[in-house]
């Protein structure tokens, strides 16, 4: 039968309270019995005044905007305020009525500016909230995967000036000439001056709107400014640690960065850390191996001249020290370049009757030159551990482990580009971003694991579980016992007895 609303309800005055208009399983309340936010207060307790001036708004209301923003991939802190004035879960998140009034949409902006910025705020909110999972025991940190992704700046890509600037030395460079020296010492050769290196330089183009940022040119995309988010994340998919620079900066230079934050936040080494081709670098397995961690890289094709032999083709003997070419002749060491890399040479008197000599090279001294690096065994055992069955399992979680975070960071948390300019905007951004998602998901776990029961993974779920269970146990045995203590008979004929009237039995 067709029903239809003749009475309108709108201007009708009821009596309720905004805690009964809020879902029992809506988010903002899974997020408030997860943690407790007052935590905050001390860390901004110095950047207010106690004595003078108005007061301010509430820090942790002003914090729980921003939560809310990136919790719910609401693009812009304007939308943002406007969806909390007419949201009452959101207002129900904050502690405000249905009738008090919502701070302006530039409140945030004018006290990142004047309190927060250049301080470590935005990083301890990350890290306390990393904390309260890793005490819940939600971390899985024997693995650690390692990737970047990208994300556009708030650049117009047309609007560029071109500067030359200074290439940045490598952070292992030092490291790097010590062995060169090391090696050309054991091969007979005299040591180089290291300090007679020329300064090299590079032409950017450095945007107009956002300087900080980077020309992002990745395959066949299209070319842009952005920001590289470089993260850290565990086999659960909870960040670990995140840092962000410029797109032409590039992967494998922020590595030893993200992996000692990574080592600080969680307190210790893991035992795998899984990357992609283009960590797949000599320094980088040095540096994992030489932690004694197993490194897990993919495989990478060898590049090379069309039509010419690639150089797994060209055999190492490594007792010998030389390489073995398809025709099987051996290429001699010659000497170690300042990029750190080793010389193998042929002889140009066999090389010149060769039959494969097209195939081979395209010198006209008819010499056939072989490099390899300095710290090359190092790759050469990160390779042999790719075969085994523990690498495979481990980078096949690649996909569901630091491709989900990203892919969610992108499509849930709303980073497919940013409206804000400047590294150290993105930065705390990124830093708010990365807390946002690791407690959307451990107040999901925490939800769910008090809905369901016990969590193997969590000890303090495990543990009131536990007391639970115990309880019942001794209601079942007590059941129909009579108890005599100082002549007064207990007698229990019912299981819905609380604690404390089992307490009062002793």
Same mark, same amino acid.
């Given at each position: 039968?067709?029903?239809?609303?003749? &009475?309108?309800?709108?201007?009708?005055?009821?009596?309720? &309270?905004?805690?009964?208009?809020?879902? #029992?399983?809506?988010?903002?309340?899974?997020?408030?019995?997860?943690?407790?936010?007052?935590?905050?207060?001390?860390?901004?307790?110095?950047?207010?005044? =106690?004595?003078?001036?108005?007061?301010?708004?509430?820090?942790? +209301?002003?914090?729980?905007?921003?939560?809310?923003?990136?919790?719910?991939?609401?693009?812009?802190?304007?939308?943002?305020?406007?969806?909390? $004035?007419?949201?009452?879960?959101?207002?129900?998140?904050?502690?405000?009525?249905?009738?008090?009034?919502?701070?302006?949409?530039?409140?945030?902006?004018?006290?990142?500016?004047?309190?927060?910025?250049?301080?470590?705020?935005?990083?301890?909110?990350?890290?306390?909230?990393?904390?309260?999972?890793?005490?819940?025991?939600?971390?899985? &940190?024997?693995?650690?995967?390692?990737?970047?992704?990208?994300?556009?700046?708030?650049?117009?890509?047309?609007?560029?000036?071109?500067?030359?600037?200074?290439?940045? +030395?490598?952070?292992?460079?030092?490291?790097?000439?010590? $062995?060169?020296?090391?090696?050309?010492?054991?091969?007979?050769?005299?040591?180089?001056?290291?300090?007679?290196?020329?300064?090299?330089?590079?032409?950017?183009?450095?945007?107009? =709107?956002?300087?900080?940022?980077?020309?992002?040119?990745?395959?066949?995309?299209?070319?842009?400014? +952005?920001?590289?988010?470089? =993260?850290?994340?565990?086999?659960?998919?909870?960040?670990?640690?995140?840092?962000?620079?410029?797109?032409?900066?590039?992967?494998?230079? !922020?590595?030893?960065?993200?992996?000692?934050?990574?080592?600080?936040?969680?307190?210790?080494?893991?035992?795998? *850390?899984?990357?992609?081709?283009?960590?797949?670098?000599?320094?980088?397995?040095?540096?994992?191996?030489?932690?004694?961690?197993?490194?897990?890289?993919?495989?990478?094709?060898?590049?090379?001249?069309?039509?010419?032999?690639?150089?797994?083709?060209?055999?190492?003997?490594?007792?010998?020290?030389?390489?073995?070419?398809?025709?099987?002749?051996?290429?001699?060491? &010659?000497?170690?370049?300042?990029?750190?890399?080793?010389?193998?040479?042929?002889?140009?008197?066999?090389?010149?009757?060769?039959?494969?000599?097209?195939?081979?090279?395209?010198?006209?001294?008819?010499?056939?030159?072989?490099?390899?690096?300095?710290?090359?065994?190092?790759?050469?055992?990160?390779?042999?551990?790719?075969?085994?069955?523990?690498?495979? #399992?481990?980078?096949?979680?690649?996909?569901?482990? *630091? #491709?989900?975070?990203?892919?969610? !960071?992108?499509?849930?948390?709303?980073?497919?580009? =940013?409206?804000?300019?400047?590294? #150290?905007?993105?930065?705390?951004?990124?830093?708010?971003?990365?807390?946002?998602?690791?407690?959307?998901?451990?107040?999901?776990?925490?939800?769910?694991?008090?809905?369901?029961?016990?969590?193997?993974?969590?000890?303090?779920?495990?543990?009131?579980?536990?007391?639970?269970?115990?309880?019942?146990?001794?209601? *079942?045995?007590?059941?129909?016992?009579?108890?005599?203590?100082?002549?007064?008979?207990?007698?229990?004929?019912? $299981?819905?007895?609380?604690?404390?009237?089992?307490?009062?039995?002793?």
């Amino acid at each position: 039968m067709l029903t239809t609303n003749n &009475s309108d309800k709108r201007t009708q005055v009821e009596i309720t &309270s905004i805690d009964q208009l809020v879902p #029992e399983d809506h988010l903002v309340r899974k997020l408030d019995a997860c943690i407790d936010f007052s935590f905050i207060y001390d860390l901004v307790k110095d950047k207010y005044s =106690t004595e003078t001036g108005r007061p301010s708004i509430d820090p942790v +209301a002003l914090f729980k905007i921003v939560f809310i923003q990136y919790v719910f991939g609401i693009k812009s802190m304007r939308q943002t305020i406007s969806e909390i $004035e007419t949201n009452v879960a959101y207002r129900w998140f904050l502690g405000y009525g249905l009738n008090d009034k919502i701070p302006h949409f530039t409140t945030f902006g004018k006290n990142y500016v004047r309190r927060f910025k250049n301080t470590d705020i935005f990083e301890k909110i990350f890290m306390h909230i990393l904390e309260q999972a890793i005490e819940a025991g939600f971390i899985k &940190s024997d693995a650690v995967f390692i990737d970047a992704t990208h994300v556009k700046a708030n650049a117009n890509k047309k609007k560029f000036n071109k500067v030359k600037l200074e290439k940045e +030395a490598r952070s292992y460079q030092e490291l790097l000439d010590k $062995e060169i020296n090391k090696d050309r010492i054991k091969h007979g050769k005299k040591p180089l001056d290291m300090s007679k290196k020329k300064t090299e330089y590079k032409e950017v183009k450095e945007s107009k =709107t956002d300087p900080d940022s980077g020309v992002l040119r990745k395959n066949e995309k299209e070319k842009c400014y +952005a920001y590289s988010f470089h =993260t850290a994340c565990d086999k659960n998919g909870f960040i670990l640690g995140i840092d962000v620079t410029a797109a032409n900066v590039h992967d494998s230079t !922020m590595f030893e960065t993200l992996y000692k934050q990574v080592k600080k936040n969680i307190g210790k080494k893991p035992k795998y *850390i899984a990357v992609d081709a283009g960590y797949k670098t000599p320094h980088i397995a040095k540096l994992i191996l030489e932690e004694d961690i197993r490194p897990v890289m993919p495989y990478t094709i060898s590049r090379g001249k069309k039509g010419y032999f690639k150089k797994r083709e060209y055999i190492y003997d490594e007792y010998y020290d030389c390489y073995i070419c398809p025709n099987n002749q051996v290429l001699k060491y &010659s000497t170690t370049n300042r990029n750190g890399y080793r010389e193998y040479k042929s002889d140009p008197k066999v090389c010149i009757n060769c039959p494969y000599l097209c195939k081979c090279t395209s010198s006209k001294n008819h010499v056939k030159v072989v490099t390899r690096h300095v710290w090359a065994k190092y790759i050469d055992e990160a390779e042999e551990l790719r075969y085994t069955n523990t690498n495979k #399992e481990i980078y096949a979680r690649r996909k569901e482990t *630091i #491709e989900r975070v990203f892919a969610d !960071m992108k499509e849930k948390h709303g980073m497919r580009w =940013t409206t804000l300019r400047g590294l #150290e905007k993105i930065k705390a951004q990124a830093m708010l971003v990365a807390a946002c998602m690791n407690l959307k998901k451990m107040a999901s776990w925490i939800w769910k694991s008090r809905k369901n029961g016990p969590n193997p993974s969590n000890p303090y779920v495990n543990l009131h579980g536990l007391i639970a269970n115990l309880y019942s146990f001794i209601i *079942i045995l007590l059941k129909n016992t009579v108890f005599k203590r100082k002549k007064t008979v207990f007698c229990l004929q019912t $299981e819905s007895w609380d604690i404390t009237q089992l307490y009062q039995i002793f």
